[in-house]
């Protein structure tokens, strides 16, 4: 029988380290991984199966992606949603003319990394982020989805359209702008702005994004968040 075989070496294979550096095979196709990997043990390199290593580090290393069966080399944003740890929530909010909505960010025990989309179809908006909001446990709860749909995960999360009972007077404004123009047509316009870079909500604390319709008609705001948890959530 045929031993496994992995940058050009067989299993047990014993060599030192600058040699491996210097003669391995580094070939290898996009869509399969090598069964064996190379571990340092003092100055020598020892071939040993994934599963080895997974059960002796007691599951710490990822070894493959269960899909392309790959060594796991995914940005983090896209290895939390192959592991079912990453949601999203798209949704259009109708606002009447300068009429204001607020959306509730509540969160769990779980940090969230958290990145949003906010845009407006008829014409200019404003809006501002709060941080340490009161609210009450009312309002339109939103569907919140898993990026993984074959994940049963489920967020901590939870966000509310409307609800009552807000209170900004011990909060933090953490954001605030304004896209689009107001007035009448055809001079007034929609808009939309993204957070590029993600940021890190508290643990336990309610978050408030506040949205002001600037024209006196009825505008249509696309809201959409998407986010991971890290911590020990979903183990």
Not at 69 to 95: A, C, M, P
Not at 158 to 187: E, F, H, W, Y
């Amino acid at each position: 029988m045929a031993r496994s075989r992995s940058h050009g070496l067989l299993k047990d294979d014993v060599l030192r380290y600058k040699k491996y550096l210097d003669e391995t095979n580094g070939e290898r196709s996009p869509d399969t991984a090598p069964t064996l990997i190379p571990v340092l043990d003092g100055e020598n390199v020892v071939l040993k199966s994934f599963e080895e290593i997974l059960q002796n580090n007691k599951q710490l290393l990822e070894a493959q992606d269960e899909f392309s069966n790959s060594i796991s080399t995914l940005d983090i944003e896209h290895w939390y949603i192959h592991r079912g740890k990453s949601f999203f929530n798209g949704t259009v909010v109708q606002v009447a003319g300068n009429g204001t909505f607020d959306w509730v960010v509540e969160v769990g025990d779980c940090p969230i990394h958290l990145i949003f989309r906010i845009g407006a179809t008829e014409s200019g908006i404003s809006f501002v982020t709060y941080e340490d909001v009161e609210a009450n446990a009312d309002g339109t709860l939103q569907g919140l989805i898993n990026h993984k749909r074959l994940s049963n995960n489920e967020t901590e999360v939870k966000m509310r359209l409307r609800p009552t009972g807000v209170n900004i007077a011990n909060a933090t404004v953490i954001r605030q702008d304004r896209i689009g123009r107001a007035g009448s047509a055809p001079v007034r316009q929609g808009g939309s702005t993204e957070r590029e870079n993600e940021v890190i909500f508290k643990p336990n604390t309610k978050y408030l994004l506040r949205v002001t319709n600037l024209s006196n008609d009825t505008n249509y705001v696309r809201m959409f968040h998407t986010w991971y948890e890290n911590g020990e959530c979903h183990q």
